[in-house]
């Protein structure tokens, strides 16, 4: 039986008793399923865990699509304040923090 699939760990936390899991995403029938562990003391650096990941998405279609990362990223940031300002997603979301 197979699983979900998975994203490989990152070649600088392979080995790392210290690296702590931080968030994990799934895109399941269209919606997203999350599990992540609060792991910070404040909650502003969720902020920049989330900046970063957006970062880092925009380099990559910025890579594999004809939108540079300046757009990519507008986009990213134009759904990020929509989405905030009226959640698409109430009650259909699943999460599990531990």
Request: no cysteine; aromatic share 2%.
């Given at each position: 039986m197979s699983g979900p699939?998975?994203?490989p760990l990152p070649p600088d936390v392979i080995g790392r008793n210290d690296a702590v899991e931080v968030l994990r995403a799934f895109v399941v029938d269209g919606g997203l399923s999350i599990a992540f562990t609060r792991a910070f003391e404040e909650p502003d650096m969720w902020g920049?865990?989330?900046?970063?990941?957006?970062r880092h998405a925009a380099r990559a279609f910025s890579r594999e699509t004809d939108l540079s990362e300046q757009e990519?990223?507008?986009?990213?940031?134009?759904?990020?304040?929509?989405?905030?300002?009226?959640?698409?997603?109430?009650?259909?979301?699943?999460?599990?923090?531990?």
């Open positions: 699939r998975e994203q920049m865990l989330l900046v970063d990941i957006a990519a990223l507008a986009r990213i940031v134009d759904m990020f304040q929509a989405e905030l300002a009226r959640p698409s997603d109430l009650g259909e979301t699943s999460s599990r923090t531990q």
